[in-house]
C-alpha cells in the first residue's frame, strides 16, 4: 500500500525523509510523465501527491483519490493545481518558495545580459570561425544595460531578488507594478508606477507574476505597441502570460527589441518563429535547475508531506481549506 503518490523521479535525500519518518510511498523512479488520471490504483490509495509543475492537478484527479489530503507541488508556481477544487474538498497544496529566489533571479540576470549583449549569437559567431579582428562596428553591437531602467512585473520574492541586483549590481533604476504595493518598496529604492507607465518608461521588462486569470495574456500587440523605449522582455515566470504569437510579431516588426525567455505558452513546445529571430534568448525552463536548488525544492514538498501526514499544519501551504482532512 502507497499511501505518497510521487508523480516523478526526486532526489534520494527526500526519499530518506520518508523513510525515516516511515511513511509509504510508490515513486515513479522511471521518471517519464505519467497521464494522471489514468493512474487508477496509485491515486485510490494516496493520502499525498508530490508533483511537478508538468502534472496536471485537476478535479477529476482529485476525485479519483479519496483519501487525498495534500498536493505537494515541487515549484513555487502552482498553476497546474485547480486549488480551488482542492480547498472545497479540503484537500491542502503546497508549494516550495524561498528556495528558488536567488536562483531564478540570477537566471533572469543571466537572459538579460545575453540579450542585451548579445552573448548568444556571438558565440556561434565565434565558435563558425567567423571573427576577423575588432572593428569599430563589430556585428554584435549591443544595448547597455548599467544605468538604465528596468520595470519589473510583480515585486514578490523573485521580483525583489531581481531588483536588489538591478539596483547593486547595474545602478539601474526600477520601477514595478503589480496588484498592490509592496512593502519593501521603500526600503529598497524601487518605485511603484502603473502597468501603463512601466511600459512607457522601461528599457528592460522582467515578469515575476503568477500565472491566473489577471496575468494570462497580460502582454499582446497593445502592450508592446506601448512599450516606447523598445525594451527588452524576460520572462522567467509563467509562459501564458506573453500572448507567444503577439511577441513573435513584436520582435519581427522591432515593437522590442529583444526577448529572453525561459518559459513558453505551450510548453515543451516554444513558437516556432521564435527559433529563426536572433534577438531571442531561450532556454527550456531552466530558472530554478541549479542541483542545490532543485534538491532543496524537493526536501521542502517532502516537508510539507511529512508534517501533514504526522497531522501537523502544512509549512508551505497555498489554499485554506476549512477543515484539514
Ligand atoms: C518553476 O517554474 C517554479 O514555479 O518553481
Redesign the pocket.
Known sequence: MSSIFITRKIFDEAIALLDGAGLDYWHNAADTPLDLPKMGAQLAEAEAIICL?TDKVDAQVMDAAPNLKIIA??????DNIDVAAAAERGIIVT??PGV?TEC?ADLTFALLLAAARRIVEADAYMRAGKFEGWELFQPHLGVDVYGKTLGIVGMGRIGTAVARRALHGFNMKVLYNGPRKAPQAKSLGVEYVSFLELLFESDFISIHAPLNRATRHMFTLHEFKMMKRKPILIN???GPIIKEDDLVQALQQGLIGGAGL??FEEEPIAHPSLAGLPNVVMVP?I??ATTATRRR?AMMAVENVVSVLGGRRPLNPVNRVLSQK
Open positions: 509543475l507541488n515541487t515549484a513555487v508556481g502552482y508549494n516550495t528558488l531564478t522567467t515566470a509563467r525561459d518559459v525552463h530558472g530554478s525544492m
